[in-house]
């Protein structure tokens, strides 16, 4: 009798793509792990001779230390959190009207209204950057909180405008007709029909515009260095000289990411989530 | 009294949405359209303000090879972003099992952390006593005397693919799916192999979404400041976006800047003008 080998040779390939897989995604992962809790970490020694949490500790501010690099991030954390709340806040209110609008209304310059809030996505943002920082320089916003928060929200209007959009589109015209037809005035149609039925979506769009203010990094740098250190800044001015708290930073960065992209990716377009960063 | 709904609406639609899209619009206008003009026009000022080109000039004699460099990253990566890519999600559409189960679980981790995380992440793996080199030494596989300089080209394109190819997979996978079994059967029953049906049938049918992740992977790359500032920095040659900042940063030369930043335009142009054209013509 003849053995069929094909099944075979076909579940060892795949069974040779799932590790290899799991080493891509989380080699460069543990890299990061390894180093934040790695005490004393001597090469070619292939793990750390020493672990402790102790970059752990002096970054959460719960120990103090002398170290190079190694600052309480306790502020950083605070100021990128503050930011991020207030991006969303006037970001959402920016993108919700005009969402509504663009999904519910027949707009004459619809096509160029679309264009502007398509352009960031098509051209590289960092010669917007530059720009703003010149414009800032004169009105003496650089290197100030509201400048940084300024440049979140821009980066963040676009996907709040793109999702509030495409959630209105979604809610069929009938349902607020029916509220105005029995007497209720726009915006009370507005405010008890169609704002609970896309709650859900905003939702995803705000805490979207959230995650990208907490990681945004290239606007920030631009305008906001060298006076306002948000967290990936700090991440960044520290993985120099201190690869562990570099570590235990970036650790704390992708914590929340991770989450909170998991809970809302079911309600995002594909497209959107790869414009983080 | 009773009130005519089209009455009502007739009343509210000029002004209401104008009121709605004003204070959005005018923003980008401000902060986006403005400072997007002012790179191409200031691009051709020199510092008293006259019309020149010594900016370009500047730019070519001293930049060259970065943009060069540029291009080849970017074109080499989105090629191999298109490759692994199909391969990763027509697998998922083609097979159905435990494995490509865990493997759809976790492919999407590396989309979800950003840029800047992914930059010090690969920093540490990459670096010649990095976790890489220190595993590839345990395996044999390289003296750590000599061990892989990657904070080059190479290092660059894996940190690129490594956040890249899960996108592009993300984006092809919606597209597949939609693909009906039977299409795939029609083509099997007329004696087509696998080989045929994926190049015949899956990929045509799946030319949109395709193309529109290329397009959108393609100018992230040309685009991306943090992973090449933080992996090889001001060493030569490197990108466009590194050699930006550097003007900015110590040389407050913000006309070359804008020069480069041009550049940076022209690069994206092809991809941009697609893009911009299938969005608008999307939503319509």
Redo the contacts between chains.
């Keep these: 009798m003849k053995l069929n080998y094909r099944p075979i040779l076909i579940k060892t390939f795949e069974l040779v793509l799932l590790v290899l897989s799991f080493l891509i995604i989380f080699g460069p992962m543990s890299s990061l792990f390894l180093w934040s809790i790695a005490q004393k970490w001597y090469w070619p020694h292939p793990l750390p001779q020493e672990i402790s949490f102790a970059y752990w500790k002096q970054a959460l501010g719960i120990e103090k230390s002398l170290a190079i690099g190694a600052v309480s991030i306790v502020p950083a954390f605070f100021l990128s959190l503050g930011i991020a709340i207030v991006t969303v806040i006037i970001a959402m209110a920016l993108a919700i009207p005009a969402g509504y609008a663009l999904a519910k209304y027949k707009i004459p310059f619809g096509t160029f209204v679309m264009f502007l809030f398509l352009m960031p996505n098509a051209f590289p943002q960092q010669p917007i950057f530059v720009n703003v920082l010149q414009m800032f320089t004169r009105l003496g916003l650089a290197g100030t909180v509201p400048g940084v928060i300024i440049v979140h929200i821009l980066v963040g209007l676009v996907f709040g405008v793109w999702i509030t959009s495409a959630t209105f589109r979604s809610i069929p015209p009938s349902m607020e007709e029916a509220a105005r037809s029995v007497g209720a005035s726009a915006p009370v149609a507005f405010f008890r029909i169609t704002l609970p039925l896309a709650a859900p979506g905003l939702l995803a769009s705000s805490v979207f515009v959230f995650i990208t203010s907490l990681d945004e990094f290239t606007g920030t740098f631009f305008v906001g260095l060298p006076f306002v250190h948000t967290l990936p800044l700090t991440l960044y001015s520290s993985s120099g000289y201190n690869m562990q708290f570099a570590s235990v930073i970036a650790l704390i960065l992708l914590i929340p990411s991770i989450l909170f992209m998991f809970l809302i990716q079911r309600v995002l377009k594909a497209e959107y989530v790869g414009g983080m960063g | 009294m009773q009130?005519s709904?089209s009455a009502?609406r007739k009343g509210?639609?000029v002004p209401?949405?104008i009121?709605?899209?004003a204070?959005?619009?005018t923003?980008?206008?401000l902060?986006?359209?403005?400072?997007?003009l002012?790179?191409i026009v200031?691009s051709f000022l020199d510092k008293s303000g006259a019309f020149s080109f010594e900016n370009y000039l500047k730019t070519i004699d001293l930049y060259t090879k970065d943009i060069a460099f540029t291009f080849t990253v970017t074109i080499f990566n989105t090629v191999c972003t298109a490759v692994l890519a199909i391969l990763i999600a027509v697998y998922f559409r083609i097979?159905q099992?435990r494995?490509t189960t865990?493997?759809s679980a976790?492919?999407?981790?590396?989309?979800?952390?950003?840029?800047?995380?992914?930059a010090?992440?690969?920093?540490?793996?990459l670096a010649p006593?990095?976790?890489?080199n220190?595993?590839l030494?345990?395996l044999g596989l390289i003296d750590?005397k000599q061990p892989l300089q990657l904070f080059n080209f190479a290092g660059l394109s894996f940190g690129f693919l490594?956040k890249?190819v899960p996108?592009a997979v993300?984006?092809m996978?919606?597209g597949f799916q939609m693909i009906d079994n039977s299409y795939i059967e029609a083509a099997r029953s007329a004696g087509a192999g696998m080989g045929k049906v994926i190049t015949r049938v899956l990929i045509p049918m799946n030319k949109s979404s395709i193309l529109?992740s290329l397009v959108?992977?393609y100018?992230?790359i040309?685009?991306?400041?943090?992973l090449p500032y933080?992996l090889i920095g001001g060493k030569i040659p490197t990108t466009i976006?590194v050699d930006?900042?550097h003007r900015?940063?110590y040389f407050r030369d913000?006309g070359v800047?804008?020069a480069?930043?041009?550049f940076?335009?022209l690069l994206?142009l092809l991809?941009?003008w697609y893009?911009?054209k299938t969005?608008?013509g999307e939503?319509?």
Aim: charge should be positive; glycine fraction near 4%.
């Design positions: 009130v709904i009502t509210l639609t209401s949405y009121m709605l899209l204070p959005a619009v923003f980008m206008l902060m986006y359209a403005y400072p997007f002012a790179s200031r097979r099992n494995i865990i493997l976790i492919y999407k981790l590396p989309l979800f952390i950003p840029f800047v995380v992914v010090q992440m690969m920093n540490s793996f006593h990095g976790l890489l220190v595993a030494a345990q750590l490594w890249q996108f993300l984006i996978h919606g529109v959108l992977v100018s992230q040309v685009g991306t400041f943090t933080m976006t930006i900042a900015v940063n913000f800047a804008n480069l930043g041009v940076s335009y994206v991809t941009a893009y911009l969005k608008l939503t319509k």
